[in-house]
């Protein structure tokens, strides 16, 4: 019994609100560059089309996981609103969203169709 308490406990205080979830922008993206970070062993540089003038820089854990040259092309669901990040004396401009399962295999999150680079989430 006490066990499912504290369970309940941990998700109710990781709740948020609607106030909170609409302030998270997502956007679909396409990688255009996959580089290997010097220094790291589970980081990669990715060069991200977001339908902006300018691409992005965006730091993702995924060499463990995925091969570079696999990445290049595919489109992804980024979070464009995060507040930038220096890493490895670079700059992360967003954060690429993942899904991994127990057994530790991760796929990147995606839409279905592809869509134009930019296309929001709602």
């Known amino acids: 019994m006490e066990e499912a308490k504290t369970i309940k406990n941990e998700t109710e205080n990781n709740l948020?609100?609607?106030?909170d979830l609409i302030k998270v922008d997502l956007r679909v993206g396409?990688?255009?560059?996959?580089?290997?970070?010097?220094?790291?062993r589970k980081l990669y540089k990715l060069t991200v089309d977001l339908g902006e003038e300018n691409k992005?820089?965006?730091?993702?854990?995924?060499?463990?996981?995925l091969e570079k040259d696999s990445?290049?092309?595919?489109?992804?669901?980024f979070v464009a609103n995060l507040k930038p990040r220096k890493i490895m004396d670079s700059e992360s401009q967003g954060m690429m969203l993942v899904a991994k399962d127990?057994?530790?295999?991760?796929?990147?999150v995606t839409v279905?169709?592809?869509?134009?680079?930019?296309?929001?989430?709602?």
């Open 102 to 108: 127990q057994s530790g295999k991760l796929e990147l």
């Open 112 to 122: 279905s169709n592809e869509v134009s680079n930019g296309t929001k989430l709602s």
């Open 71 to 77: 990445l290049i092309g595919r489109q992804g669901i």
């Open 56 to 65: 992005r820089t965006i730091f993702a854990g995924l060499a463990k996981y």
């Open 30 to 40: 396409t990688i255009v560059e996959c580089e290997d970070v010097e220094g790291s």
């Open 16 to 19: 948020i609100t609607i106030d």
